[in-house]
């Protein structure tokens, strides 16, 4: 049903220049009759389906959307589009498809700031944007400590974009 809703949509909606990909929650109190139920502490509603979703940052309109499954999968299931590029680059381009070639901006959380993902979708006309917060792990290729000592000494809410390079793909830090 997803897949077909996500098919319908990216045939009857262009979104604007601007998008914002993260994680929702669809609120459901029983187990039982909810697949894919998962807790999520951190949500305001914590039962429920959580779903990976982009919307039009002007529109506020949704236009598409994953289920979270989990280690719930069916194994019967089909594997997902660019699932053998990994599961965050894989979902990436996958949420991002309908926006290919058309040089819009996505705006991503920390947790789904992953290089590989920003240099593929950078060659399929697609830009991402995220604020990388101060965390024990950094993403891939990101000389992490480098960048903590060049920030010991800041103030508070200064930022700056250091420049790098991966598969002949330029990125900013």
């Not at 109190?29 to 894919?36: A, D, F, L, R």
């Not at 309109?61 to 590029?85: M, V």
């Not at 058309?102 to 240099?119: F, P």
């Not at 990101?142 to 330029?170: C, R």
């Amino acid at each position: 049903m997803l897949d077909m809703w996500n098919h319908n949509i990216s045939h009857k909606f262009s979104a604007a220049w601007i998008s914002c990909l993260d994680k929702s929650m669809s609120k459901w109190v029983s187990q039982i009759t909810c697949p894919g139920h998962m807790c999520v502490p951190r949500k305001p509603w914590p039962l429920g389906n959580e779903y990976h979703t982009i919307a039009c940052g002007l529109s506020s309109i949704l236009y598409a959307l994953e289920l979270a499954e989990g280690k719930d999968t069916p194994c019967q299931r089909r594997a997902k589009d660019f699932s053998e590029l990994g599961l965050t680059t894989g979902l990436l381009l996958s949420l991002c498809q309908s926006i290919w070639r058309t040089s819009n901006v996505v705006i991503l959380d920390s947790g789904s700031c992953v290089l590989c993902a920003i240099v593929k979708l950078r060659k399929k006309g697609v830009f991402l944007s995220s604020l990388i917060k101060k965390r024990i792990f950094w993403p891939s290729y990101i000389k992490g400590e480098d960048i903590k000592g060049h920030f010991a000494t800041k103030q508070v809410g200064d930022v700056e974009a250091w420049p790098g390079k991966l598969n002949g793909i330029k990125f900013n830090v």
